[in-house]
């Protein structure tokens, strides 16, 4: 029966394609920030720092408190975005290269892909098959060879980098000078990348290196940041001013994307969609650290609680989304895939099974715009910020951990205890049970590799 649900979601989906390919496409813009909390635009809680043009992309669209990344870290979640298919099937399940066993560990990690696999259809690849023209600016992390970068995936131009800020050298874009500054940098190649191709529907894909560490701050913003710091005293739990001003020009970046759009009068057929790979960076981890505070949420980066996966999602798109909405519905990186094909009016590979489904239906307002039962996630790696291998599910407002190394479970409910610091576990034990057995299953099913005991 399940099998028969995925042909025929996907049958709807190519009907739904051919609808719209007699249409005018509109323009994509991807923009995905790098270890940006749930918490940390000023649209979503209060902080030091202040994200203007992302606060006016939320009023202007739709802001989803429940959105979810595919993986508490980032390479997995990009793979998801490319492929609409969850890392656990890639068996891409964290970052690239990955972290080395440890003799402190008790588990060993199993081995996983060194890149996106080249068979997978990416989003740019169905985009450019419509017409498309794909333009990469940012951050890869799903492999830089030959036969695994993003222009053996489909993109047409691939300007990116790595590592610093200032003085960066990245596979194909270098500093001008010692002010050259990453995130500016790459918000004017994207910008003529817009100008190039006003004529044609256009995907720009950004993903910012911004806000990750280690963070380095244009020293004007930075002094600002910490005279404001200096005067809000010890009550404000987000005010590490480094994180501030990156976070400042990545906020400034967002405002000239959509500057531009609307100078080229682009901007009423542009589908925009903003999010971030996965939480905030909450621990210490280098100098100017923690980055950020991710609360009322659990944790952050490198754990499966709600600070390591739940991330800021906006959606605008003028001739469709109705602006000043707040959608509580709960979704995840798949479904940003799922999305993008369906508006574009691309056609889906009919070979393979696809784990997002589409949320034209909910930006378009319909009360019954998504169903589904369960998300899942499988991490059976150990993260740098001290996470363990282990997988949860939510079902609901359920959601429940599996912890790898010794079995145990946590069970929480998300509406009465977003912060996930009351285990029910023992309280519930129905509940328990049932979605003990169906991530168990879901596992299963999709063939996802799972830590060995070093005894083996």
């Known amino acids: 029966m399940r099998r ?63 959105a979810y990344a595919a993986s508490c870290v980032c390479s997995p979640t990009r793979a998801a975005l490319m492929t609409g298919r969850h890392p656990a099937r890639l068996h891409l399940t964290t970052f690239l290269p990955g972290r ?64 610093r800020y200032f ?24 910008e003529l990348f817009l100008e190039a191709n006003r004529n044609r529907p256009f995907f720009l894909y950004l993903p910012h290196f911004a806000v990750h560490i280690p963070l380095q701050a244009k020293p004007d913003l930075l002094a600002v940041y910490e005279k404001k710091a200096a005067q809000v005293g010890a009550d404000l739990e987000r005010k590490n001013p480094h994180y501030a001003a990156v976070l400042h020009s990545l906020d400034e970046s967002v405002g000239r994307i959509l500057k531009k759009l609307d100078a080229l009068g682009l901007g009423e057929r542009t589908l925009v969609v903003f999010t971030s790979d ?29 600070g390591g996966i739940r991330v800021p999602l ?7 989304v109705a602006p000043g909405k707040t959608s509580s519905v709960p979704v995840r990186s798949e479904d940003l895939f799922m999305t993008l094909v369906q508006a574009a009016g691309a056609q889906l590979p009919a070979d393979r099974e696809y784990d997002g489904v589409s949320l034209l239906a909910l930006l378009k307002g319909e009360a019954d715009g998504l169903r589904r039962d369960f998300l899942y996630w499988h991490f059976p790696h150990y993260s740098n910020q001290g996470g363990k291998p282990s997988g949860a599910i939510r079902f609901g407002n359920w959601k429940l951990i599996e912890h790898y190394e010794d079995g145990q479970v946590e069970l929480y409910h998300l509406e009465q205890d977003v912060g996930e610091r009351h285990n029910l576990a023992a309280q519930h034990p129905e509940v328990r049970d049932k979605l003990q057995r169906e991530l168990a299953s879901w596992r299963q099913r999709i063939r996802a590799q799972m830590p060995l005991s070093r005894e083996r």
């Open 4 to 66: 028969g649900l995925t042909w025929l979601a996907l049958l709807v989906g190519v009907l739904s394609a051919a609808r719209v390919a007699g249409q005018t496409p509109p323009n994509i813009v991807l923009i995905v920030a790098d270890d940006l909390g749930w918490a940390d635009l000023s649209c979503y809680a209060l902080s030091l720092w202040q994200t203007p043009n992302l606060d006016r992309l939320a009023r202007e669209g739709l802001r989803f408190t429940d």
């Open 314 to 320: 906006l959606i605008r798109w003028p001739s469709v």
């Open 100 to 163: 080395k066993d440890m003799p402190t560990q008790r588990l060993l990690q199993p081995v996983i892909r060194q890149a996106l696999p080249r068979e997978e259809t990416t989003l740019a690849e169905l985009l450019k098959a419509r017409g498309y023209a794909c333009g990469h600016y940012g951050k890869w992390h799903l492999g830089e060879g030959p036969d695994s970068n993003p222009l053996a995936q489909g993109f047409d131009i691939y300007r990116g980098a790595v590592g």
């Open 167 to 190: 003085q960066f050298k990245g596979p194909n874009l270098v500093a001008r000078d010692e002010q050259d500054y990453l995130t500016d940098r790459l918000t004017e190649e994207a």
């Open 278 to 306: 996965n939480g905030g960076l909450s621990v210490i981890e280098g100098p100017n650290t923690p980055a950020t505070s991710n609360a009322p949420l659990r944790l952050g980066k490198g754990y499966l609680y709600e």
